[in-house]
């Protein structure tokens, strides 16, 4: 059997800076490029002594536990012990996503015969499972693995950002009271021009049954002005507290936007309570979220103030009737006072 040392040493180089690399990044901690290369220059070196008969005695688990901490402190330094654990915990953990990845992705291809031939009985009579994994296939496998985890890590993230930024959102017009959950987008400085009146979205269909048949629908398609043009005097109770409030969108030309102009908003977010009076509630025809995560997005000015402690879920300040609805949506595209 040839062994190529020098490939073996440049694969081990690359995956040890790959794995260090992934753990700045879970860790979010600035790494150095030449603490980088130090430290897998050093890892690398040590699967080398692997083939030096006379060093068979350092591939212990105290040697090899002993190096990790060797490789973490020159890639990481020592800034608080907190710190290096967290960092060591980081490591070990892609360590362990990699090595399962390849070996659960080996086994995955595997049929039966292949599979029992790796199958053998000890003198003792314990089973054991003989694991052959080739080079090149470890090395390719392994690059999948870690595009997929980092992936997964992004999701999570993005998804635990985004939680922090949902809300319960209540609307009361009259005797009238929906509810649903928000997004906080801090992006969002739509408002009325002319009375500067914050404007918070939501989804058209959450007030579908207090709106003139076919309202959802048509909206969807634009041009909100030609509702109002064309609604009868009779024929919305709540005619005197409709806008229609100029935008513009991303890569979009300006347009209008229906608005409702509500008797009170309440915004639970955060652990806090937040109400305002001053606010209108625009009406997209469209889901705002794919996901149904979220179904109106809330304006960063409604939250600006110093919030209460949240009430009890049974506290009403309207005290009125609750036919609310629950529910999700995906951010308008930027929206600007037009």
Not at 191 to 217: C, H, I
């Amino acid at each position: 059997m040839v062994v190529y040392i020098d490939l073996i040493f440049l694969a081990n180089l690359f995956i040890d800076c790959i794995l260090l690399a992934l753990t700045a990044w879970m860790r979010k901690a600035k790494l150095k490029w030449w603490r980088l290369a130090l430290s897998s220059m050093v890892g690398a070196l040590y699967v080398v002594m692997m083939f030096v008969p006379q060093l068979s005695f350092l591939f212990t688990f105290l040697i090899k536990f002993g190096l990790s901490l060797i490789m973490l402190w020159i890639a990481f330094g020592f800034t608080s012990l907190q710190s290096y654990l967290h960092h060591l915990g980081a490591f070990y953990m892609v360590n362990f996503a990699a090595a399962g990845g390849i070996i659960g992705f080996h086994y995955l291809i595997q049929n039966s015969g292949e599979l029992f031939r790796g199958i053998w009985y000890t003198t003792s009579g314990g089973l054991s499972f003989e694991l052959k994994v080739g080079f090149w296939f470890a090395c390719i496998v392994f690059l999948g693995v870690v595009l997929i985890f980092k992936a997964v890590q992004t999701t999570k993230r993005i998804t635990e950002k985004r939680e922090s930024l949902l809300g319960e959102v209540t609307v009361w017009i009259g005797s009238v009271k929906i509810s649903c959950v928000g997004l906080l987008d801090t992006g969002n400085q739509l408002s009325d021009p002319l009375t500067r009146t914050p404007v918070m979205v939501m989804e058209a269909a959450l007030w579908e049954s207090y709106l003139p048949s076919g309202w959802s629908k048509r909206l969807m398609e634009g041009q909100p002005d030609q509702l109002i043009m064309g609604l009868a005097v009779d024929e919305f109770e709540w005619r005197d507290r409709l806008r229609l409030v100029p935008y513009r969108g991303v890569n979009r030309g300006a347009a209008f936007m229906l608005a409702l102009k509500p008797d009170q908003v309440r915004i639970e977010l955060g652990g806090l309570e937040y109400t305002a009076s001053k606010v209108l509630i625009g009406l997209d025809g469209g889901t705002l979220s794919g996901d149904r995560a979220y179904r109106a997005i809330i304006h960063p000015s409604l939250t600006d103030g110093e919030g209460l402690p949240r009430m009890s879920n049974n506290a009403d300040p309207m005290n009125v009737p609750n036919p609310a609805a629950t529910t999700s949506m995906d951010p308008k595209d930027a929206t600007s006072a037009g």
